[in-house]
């Protein structure tokens, strides 16, 4: 489980930064920055808050709630077309940075899940694993989890047919139908390999014989 060992080594305001949507064939990847109080931390997210792939989605939605209720919050993201022209990694990267920035609260410190460091104006320490040893980064996968998954079901709504609300853009089956019968829309990532197969595909020269 996360604890605030990280946090107490530090010297002044802390934020945890982490993503989530590196994966998927279709929609934004998602960064959130988080300032905890330490000294008003709820017991029900001392309990309860950890990695947001170790929640459930119920657990994922009471945690964020809390969140949204006691902490300081950033949100960032990368759009499919930035993910296509700058590739997954460096677009991870501009989504932390926009959440530092969108922080009211500039940290001294900023904790980041992973080995991979945001260019900020703040001091920076990577932490492999860090979404389920610190609760700062933990709480901001938490955040960037929920904030990708409810805009993914927004776009549902206006491109029917892939199973966005249930898939989140992953390239599940459903997800794969929806593109061979519809084709891709704005949202979806061109540089990734199943889309641009289909690209590759419908662009072929007929063959002969």
């Known amino acids: 489980m996360p604890d605030f060992s990280f946090e107490a080594e530090a010297a002044g305001r802390v934020c945890g930064i982490d993503e989530v949507g590196r994966g998927p064939l279709a929609g934004p990847v998602v960064a959130a920055a988080v300032i905890l109080d330490r000294d008003c931390f709820p017991r029900t997210l001392e ?11 119920r657990e994922r939605e009471a ?3 809390a969140l949204r209720a006691s902490a300081v919050i950033g949100i960032g993201a990368a759009s499919a077309r930035e993910i296509d022209a700058r590739n997954i990694l460096r677009a991870s990267l501009l989504a932390m940075a926009r959440a530092v920035a969108a922080l009211p609260r500039r940290p001294e410190l900023a904790l980041v899940d992973g080995n991979a460091a945001p260019l900020l104006s703040c001091a920076v320490r990577t932490i492999v694993g860090g979404d389920h040893l610190s609760f700062s980064i933990a709480a901001a996968s938490v955040v960037a989890k929920v904030t990708r998954d ?3 079901r927004a776009l549902a709504l206006r491109y029917p047919g892939y199973g966005w609300e249930r898939n989140f853009g992953y390239p599940t089956p459903e997800h794969k139908a929806g593109l061979a019968a519809l084709g891709p829309t704005p949202h979806h990532r ?3 390999a199943p889309l641009a197969r289909l690209s590759a595909e419908k662009n072929a020269p007929a063959r002969s014989g």
Not at 47 to 57: F, I, N, P, Q, Y
């Open 47 to 57: 309990e309860g808050l950890d990695d947001s792939k170790r929640l459930t989605a």
């Open 63 to 65: 945690a964020y709630l």
């Open 150 to 152: 409810r805009l993914m």
């Open 190 to 192: 061109r540089s990734f």
